[in-house]
């Protein structure tokens, strides 16, 4: 079965740092293709990167900031108030709300079921815990 490949639209968060990524390769005019040579990348990757395409992940931009020789916040500097604020409010909003899994009960629990070896008396715990929730939920 062939799927299609998806593309993903970055945000601008991801756009500035592409730009201050090109900016500073430019004022050490250094190509693409060195740029991508010093990281361990490919021309095209770091082409990506610039266009704000491709996300940056934090071991690349650490890289990044190593071989353009500045510090990390450079890549975040003169970016507009609104953009900042936006980007914050949506970090927050996709925050994953972990409920009873947050809690040390909850990963206690996960990590002693995780230490069953047996399949069958995995299988038990686990239509116990479904049997509990459900007459919980009953109730």
Same mark, same amino acid.
């Given at each position: 079965?062939?799927?299609?490949? !998806?593309?993903?639209?970055?945000?601008?968060?991801? #756009?500035?740092?592409?730009?201050?990524? $090109?900016?500073?390769?430019?004022?050490? *005019?250094?190509? !693409?293709?060195?740029?991508? =040579?010093?990281?361990?990348?490919?021309? !095209? !990757?770091? &082409?990506?990167?610039?266009?704000?395409?491709?996300?940056?992940?934090? @071991?690349?931009?650490? $890289?990044?900031?190593?071989?353009?020789?500045? /510090?990390?916040?450079?890549?975040? *500097? *003169?970016? /507009?108030?609104?953009?900042?604020?936006?980007? &914050?409010?949506?970090?927050?909003?996709?925050? /994953?709300?972990?409920?009873?899994?947050?809690?040390? *009960?909850?990963?206690?629990?996960?990590?002693?079921?995780?230490?069953? =070896?047996? /399949?069958?008396?995995? $299988? @038990? #715990?686990? =239509?116990?815990?479904? @049997?509990?929730?459900?007459?919980?939920?009953?109730?």
């Amino acid at each position: 079965m062939k799927t299609e490949k !998806q593309s993903v639209a970055y945000g601008p968060v991801d #756009m500035h740092v592409g730009k201050r990524v $090109r900016i500073r390769r430019r004022l050490l *005019d250094m190509s !693409q293709a060195d740029l991508g =040579d010093a990281i361990g990348l490919t021309f !095209q !990757q770091v &082409q990506k990167y610039e266009r704000g395409a491709n996300r940056i992940s934090a @071991s690349v931009l650490f $890289r990044l900031s190593e071989v353009l020789d500045v /510090p990390i916040s450079f890549f975040f *500097d *003169d970016m /507009p108030d609104a953009l900042v604020k936006t980007s &914050q409010s949506d970090v927050a909003s996709a925050a /994953p709300d972990l409920g009873a899994f947050g809690s040390p *009960d909850a990963r206690e629990l996960v990590h002693a079921y995780a230490k069953i =070896d047996d /399949p069958k008396i995995r $299988r @038990s #715990m686990f =239509d116990l815990a479904k @049997s509990l929730a459900r007459a919980n939920a009953e109730r």
